[in-house]
């Protein structure tokens, strides 16, 4: 579709309207009373919401290529694929180009269903921009048999200062699986911080989480429904070189908080059954 019958169809005035990037993929700019944001069609990735998301300075636009930074959707499966490593990590929801439903301004914000169909899997994302960031990811089964998949709502949030940074919350409840050196640990009770590579998978349902940024003098409060389990990233330094579309110190600006299910907390629904998962961020001064 055009990028005029887009706007013709599903632009609201100023509100919401869809543009070409100069790399051809399609996006929308939101701008209202409470928020501005956008959100590409490849992959439904959500990119800007206020200044609470991260996008790398070496974000690479382009078609099938995933968007580094904002909100990523991993899905059907999270990291390589369990059978075949030559697909594309973390699925292919965040490659593929999804379809706008509808669009509509309601409670003071703007409200994009955006849809997928691949694999016999139906999938419908719908995003809410307003005071706060809503995101509802709904994946519904096709098949005639049982089937399992994999999700993650792998956000990236704009922090100040990674090494005065700490994540409160429920998180602190669970035990965790460490991606880096394959061992289980038990629950803390007390809040995260960074100081080196960070990749852990929580097993929980972790519905309220916070990143205290005493930087940027905020707190980024994470809602959750539908999700048991939450992965933490931060790739720090040697890891930032070796990504060829993120700086080398952006770390120290980043870190994901993903709302997933993944792994041994992994989806499984039956023919015509449909799962729902969550994410809601806001931002309060510290
Ligand atoms: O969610 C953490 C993680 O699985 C890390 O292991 C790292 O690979 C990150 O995702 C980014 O993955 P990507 O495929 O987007 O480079």
Known sequence: MSIDSLNAQYGLGDQLVFCEHPSGLVFAKVKTDHCTGEFFLQGAHVTEYQDLLFMSSQAVFAQGKALRGGIPICFPWFNSHPLDANLPAHGWARTSPWQVLSTRFQDSAIITELGLIKDQFRLVYRI???????????????????????????????????????????????????????????????????????????????????????????????????????????????????????????????????????????????????????????????
């Open 128 to 286: 809410e921009m307003g005071g706060v960031l809503k995101v509802f990811f709904e994946a519904t089964s096709q098949s005639d048999i049982s089937c399992d998949y994999e999700v993650a709502l792998h956000t990236y949030f704009r922090i100040g200062d990674i090494e005065r940074v700490s994540i409160s919350g429920d998180l602190k409840e669970y035990g965790y699986y460490d991606q880096l050196t394959k061992l289980d640990h038990a629950a803390s009770q007390e809040p995260i911080h960074f100081d080196q590579e960070t990749d852990r998978i929580y097993y929980g349902t972790a519905s309220s989480i916070a990143i205290q940024d005493p930087a940027l003098e905020r707190s980024i409060e994470i809602q959750s429904t539908g999700s048991q389990s939450t992965v933490v990233w931060n790739p720090w330094i040697e890891k930032s070189k070796r990504m060829s579309d993120f700086g080398d110190l952006e770390y120290r600006q980043m870190c994901c908080i993903e709302t997933a299910n993944v792994r041994r907390r992994s989806v499984r629904i039956e023919p015509g059954q449909t799962h729902r998962t969550s994410l809601q961020i806001a931002s309060r001064p510290l």
